[in-house]
C-alpha cells in the first residue's frame, strides 16, 4: 500500500493528557488504573478513568453533543496542538478534502443509560433533554469532531468493537489512495459506561485488579477509556528521520463465534500477516509488537499463538493494557499513537503490572522498558465478532 | 483521482411489503401498487442452532439480504471482503440492557452483551458463512447507506475486489422510539464488482453531489425513504428496477449527496 504520514497525532488517556504526559508515564512504567469507583457501578474491579471530563464544557452551539463520550473527545482533540494542525492542513487542501474516520464501540451510550433512570414514571417517557443523534448514536462522535474542526468531507464511524479504532487507518487509507481526500483525521474515542462495565462482568472478563495482560495469573480486563487521533496525510519529499509513517494495514475476521477468539489465533495470525504484506515486510523487520493483549485468559492464548506463528519468539512485544488499561474502541489508535510515541523516542515499552510471563504464551514479552530504536512496529486490535485489525508503523529513517 | 466504479451482481432486499429483490422491482416501477405490510424476516441457514435460536432481528435481516444478494450474484460468500451499515445496529436489544441498567439488579445476560456491540451482524456473518475476509461495520446516521455504499465502492477501486455491502436498521421500541422513530426493519444488500461479468446487472459511478437527495414518487415509498437510514437506498433500487440509466443522488452528509450514475447492463 501507499505509505501515510503521521502529520500530527495524540493521545488522552488514564496515563495522561497527550504526548508529553503519555512519554512520560510510558518512561516510569507508570499506570493509570485504580479501583473502579465510576458512577454508581458496583463492581470489584479497576478502571482507567481519565481525569477532568466533567468539567469539559462543549461550546453553546454544539450543546446537543454533550455526553461524556464528546467531552472527552473534546479534551483529546486539545491536546499537542493536533486541531491547529488539523486547521493548517485545512487552510492547505480545503474543508472538503479532509475526512474524519472515527472508532467507538459504546459512543455516548451512558446517556441512554442515565435518561433511562429519568424515564417518566407515568408515561415512561425519556427526559426531553436526551439527544439521541448527539449522544447515543455512534455517529454522533464524528459529527462532533467534524463541526468542532470545521471540516466537510468524507466521514463514517467504525464502529467493530475493539478493533474500531484500528481499522480507521483502513478506510482513510482507501480514501487518500482513492484521491478522494487530501488527508485525514482517524481516531478512537471511548468512553466508561455501565453497559460495557457490566456487560464484560457478566461475562467474567473483568479483572479483580490492575490487569496483567501475559501474566500467568492474569484474570480478565481493565475497562478504561481514551482519546486518540491522528492527522494522517500522503508522505511529503522530504521528512524528519523520526516521523512516523503507516505502512501496512491488516484486516480479517475469525468465522469463530461472537465473543471468544478463534483458539489458535488464526484470524489474528491472517490480520498481521495481510498488514506485513501491505507493507511488504517480513516478521524479521519488526522490533517491536503492541500486542492487543486485553489480560483475558483467552485473548492472550490466541494471539501468542499467532505471534508465535508469525513470528516465534524473537521479536519482542508488550500489551501497553496494564498501563492504559482496555479503552475498547479508542484502544486501536490509543496504541498506535504509543507505537508512535516509542518509535520516535527509541526505546521498547514494558508491560506493566504482569510478574510472571505465562510460560505457556511462547513470545518475547518485555516486562521492563527497552531502550535503543526501534524502526518498525505492529500493533493488533482484536474485538467481539471476531473483527481483527493489524497496524504497522515505522520510522522514517 | 481513483474512478469509483462498480458493477451490481446481486440484490438482497426486505422490508416493509417488499420481500427479496425479484418480487420487489414491481412494486418499485409502479406496475403493481405498493402496499406497505409488517417487514417479514427469514431465519438464516448456516448457523448452529443454539446460535439460531438467539438470533436478533437485526441479524436476521442482515444475513437475510446478504445471503439473497450472493445467491443471486452467484458468489460464494465466504470470499467477499464487506462491509456492514447501520444506523443504530440492534434497537431491542439496546432497550432491554438499558432498562435492566436502571433497575436496582443489573443483570444483563452475556449474550445480550456480545449482542450489542454493532458489529453483531456482521459477526454472524462470518460465523455463518465462514468468511475470514475482512468486513467493517460502519455508521453515518441518516447517511449511513450513502457512506457504506462510498466504503464499500472505495474499497473495491483500491483493492480491486468484490465487496458485499449490507445496509440495514431496525425499530428501536418505546421510550427510545420515540427520539429515534424508525417505523419497521429494512435491509438491502448489493454484490459489487470491479470489473464486469455475466451476473452485472448494471454499472454504477459514484461522485459528490450539492444537487438534493432524489425522492420516490408513490407515497408510502417516499416515506419508507425519509423514515429509515437503510431505506435512503430506495431511489438507487427504483433505478435497477426500471432499468434505464440515469443519475440518482443519495442522501450523504451536510446536506450533500452521493450522486450515483447507474448504467444497465444490456
Not at chain 1, 468539567?55 to 467531552?71: I, V, Y
Not at chain 1, 486485553?294 to 493494557?321: C, L, M, P, Q, W
Not at chain 2, 434497537?91 to 456480545?114: K, V, Y
Amino acid at each position: 500500500m501507499t505509505e501515510l504520514l503521521l502529520k500530527e497525532y495524540t493521545a488522552t488517556s488514564c496515563i495522561g493528557h497527550g504526548r508529553a504526559a503519555t512519554l512520560e508515564a510510558l518512561r516510569g512504567q507508570r499506570g493509570g488504573l485504580a479501583p473502579c469507583t465510576f458512577e454508581t457501578a458496583a463492581i470489584d474491579t479497576w478502571t482507567g478513568e481519565v481525569s477532568g471530563i466533567d468539567s469539559e464544557r462543549l461550546p453553546a452551539a454544539l450543546k446537543q453533543f454533550d455526553c461524556r463520550n464528546n467531552r472527552l473527545a473534546q479534551l483529546g482533540l486539545r491536546q499537542d496542538g493536533f486541531a491547529d494542525a488539523v486547521a493548517q492542513s485545512a487552510g492547505r487542501w480545503g474543508r472538503r478534502r479532509i475526512g474524519v474516520f472515527l472508532g467507538t464501540s459504546t459512543s455516548g451510550i451512558l446517556q441512554t443509560e442515565l435518561a433511562y433512570r429519568r424515564r417518566d414514571p407515568a408515561t415512561g417517557a425519556l427526559p426531553a433533554d436526551f439527544d439521541y443523534a448527539g449522544s447515543q448514536n455512534s455517529f454522533s462522535v464524528a459529527d462532533f469532531v467534524r463541526r468542532t474542526l470545521g471540516l466537510e468531507g468524507p466521514a463514517i464511524v467504525v464502529c467493530s468493537a475493539c478493533s474500531s479504532s484500528a481499522k480507521v487507518f483502513g478506510s482513510a487509507r482507501r480514501m487518500l489512495d482513492a484521491d478522494l481526500i487530501d488527508a485525514a483525521v482517524v481516531g478512537g474515542v471511548d468512553s466508561l459506561c455501565l453497559t460495557t462495565l457490566y456487560g464484560f462482568h457478566a461475562l467474567q472478563l473483568t479483572s479483580c485488579g490492575p490487569c496483567k495482560p501475559f501474566d500467568a495469573a492474569r484474570d480478565g480486563i481493565s475497562i478504561s477509556e481514551a482519546a486518540a487521533f491522528a492527522l494522517l496525510e500522503r508522505v511529503p519529499h522530504s521528512l524528519d528521520a523520526d516521523a512516523v509513517r503507516l505502512l501496512g494495514v491488516g484486516e480479517s475476521s475469525d468465522a469463530y463465534h461472537m465473543s471468544s477468539p478463534q483458539p489458535e489465533g488464526l484470524g489474528a495470525r491472517a490480520a498481521m500477516l495481510a498488514a506485513l504484506d501491505a507493507a511488504d515486510l517480513d516478521p524479521g523487520d519488526i522490533d517491536y509488537i503492541n500486542l492487543h493483549g486485553t489480560g483475558t485468559i483467552s485473548n492472550d492464548s490466541a494471539e501468542s499463538r499467532a505471534v508465535a506463528a508469525v513470528f516465534g519468539d524473537a521479536t519482542a512485544g508488550s500489551s501497553t493494557k496494564g498501563a492504559t488499561g482496555h479503552a475498547l474502541g479508542a484502544a486501536g489508535a490509543l496504541e498506535a499513537v504509543i507505537c508512535s510515541i516509542a518509535l520516535q523516542n527509541g526505546f521498547a515499552p514494558a508491560g506493566i503490572n504482569t510478574r510472571t510471563v505465562d510460560p505457556a504464551l511462547g513470545i518475547g514479552y518485555l516486562l521492563e522498558n527497552r531502550p535503543g530504536r526501534i524502526a518498525r512496529v505492529l500493533s493488533n486490535s482484536f474485538g467481539f465478532g471476531g473483527t481483527n485489525c493489524s497496524l504497522v508503523l515505522g520510522r522514517a529513517g | 483521482m481513483v474512478k469509483l466504479v462498480a458493477q451490481v451482481e446481486g440484490i438482497g432486499l426486505l422490508g416493509p411489503g417488499l420481500d427479496g429483490w425479484t418480487a420487489s422491482t414491481a412494486l418499485l416501477d409502479g406496475r403493481s401498487p405498493y402496499i406497505s405490510q409488517p417487514t417479514v424476516l427469514p431465519t438464516p441457514d448456516g448457523l448452529p442452532p443454539a446460535e439460531r435460536r438467539r438470533l436478533g432481528r437485526v441479524v436476521k435481516l442482515a444475513l437475510g439480504v446478504g445471503l439473497q444478494a450472493t445467491s443471486k450474484a452467484g458468489v460464494d460468500p465466504a470470499t467477499l471482503p464487506s462491509v456492514f451499515a447501520s444506523s443504530g445496529a440492534d434497537g431491542n436489544n439496546c432497550h432491554e440492557i438499558c432498562q435492566a441498567l436502571s433497575l436496582d439488579e443489573r443483570l444483563i445476560s452475556p449474550t445480550r452483551f456480545h449482542n450489542s456491540v454493532h458489529n453483531a451482524a456482521a459477526g454472524y456473518w462470518s460465523i455463518a458463512t465462514g468468511s475470514r475476509a475482512a468486513s467493517n461495520a460502519v455508521c453515518a446516521f441518516d447517511a449511513s447507506f450513502a457512506a457504506g455504499l462510498l466504503e464499500a465502492v472505495t474499497q473495491l477501486a483500491v483493492e480491486q475486489t468484490r465487496v458485499l455491502l449490507v445496509a440495514y436498521d431496525v425499530p428501536y421500541p418505546p421510550p427510545l422510539f420515540v427520539k429515534r422513530p424508525i417505523p419497521d426493519a429494512f435491509g438491502v444488500a448489493f454484490v459489487l464488482a470491479p470489473g464486469p461479468s455475466d451476473a452485472s446487472l448494471a454499472r454504477l459511478t459514484l461522485s459528490f453531489s450539492d444537487s438534493p437527495a432524489d425522492r420516490m414518487r408513490d407515497t408510502a415509498l417516499e416515506s419508507l425513504r425519509a423514515s429509515i437510514p437503510a431505506a435512503r437506498s430506495l431511489p438507487l433500487l427504483y433505478q435497477l428496477a426500471v432499468r434505464k440509466p440515469a443519475v440518482v443522488n443519495i442522501d450523504y452528509l451536510d446536506g450533500r449527496c452521493i450522486a450515483v450514475e447507474v448504467d444497465p447492463c444490456a
